[in-house]
């Protein structure tokens, strides 16, 4: 092992990660592709305290393992932030947050692309108009009157679905 350079280390040990990842991503092989690159990111940058006490895959898997779970407290705290943003947006308290985060994807969904594109990027990603504008090839005054006309079809869609607005 320690005559190996990192890239030979990486191409014997790639898509033995990788089927880790996989089975523990239950198929999800684009998130396991992610994770993959992650683990091979935080073994490079810890190689040195690799001691040859165990397996250099069990090493890689322990670290693919870590980033694994460091991934699903990362999702868990995004949809909070998305659930506080939904009943923030909503006049709502977080109780409330499943049901009505449940109505307003589907009344995005139902919404044009651009539309639920641009809710999307400003109501669950806090991004400025400025960026919405700069990935969606728009300008910025129509990022913000798409906006503001989608808020309101939203919420006339929630009253419509029986929320009190």
């Known amino acids: 092992m320690r005559n190996d350079t990192f890239d030979d280390i990486y191409a014997a040990?790639?898509?033995y990660v990788r089927r880790f990842l996989i089975r523990l991503c239950s198929g999800n092989e684009f998130k396991a592709e992610?994770?993959?690159q992650e683990t091979f990111f935080q073994a490079y940058r810890s190689i040195h305290r690799f001691e040859g006490a165990c397996q250099i895959k069990t090493w890689l898997?322990?670290?693919?393992?870590?980033?694994y779970c460091a991934s699903l407290r990362k999702e868990r705290r995004q949809k909070r932030v998305e659930a506080q943003a939904i009943s923030e947006f909503a006049g709502y308290s977080l109780q409330d947050g499943d049901s009505l985060e449940r109505d307003v994807i589907s009344?995005?969904?139902q919404l044009p692309s651009l539309t639920s594109k641009v809710l999307l990027y400003r109501l669950f990603r806090d991004i400025p108009y400025s960026e919405?504008?700069?990935?969606?090839?728009?300008?910025?005054n129509s990022a913000?009157?798409?906006?503001?006309?989608g808020r309101v079809k939203l919420k006339e869609k929630l009253k419509e679905n029986g929320y009190e607005m």
Do not use: W
Request: hydrophobic share 45%.
């Open 132 to 140: 919405i504008s700069r990935l969606l090839g728009i300008s910025e």
């Open 61 to 67: 898997c322990s670290i693919a393992h870590k980033v």
């Open 34 to 36: 992610e994770l993959t």
């Open 13 to 15: 040990n790639l898509l």
């Open 107 to 109: 009344i995005m969904n």
């Open 144 to 149: 913000k009157v798409i906006y503001h006309r």
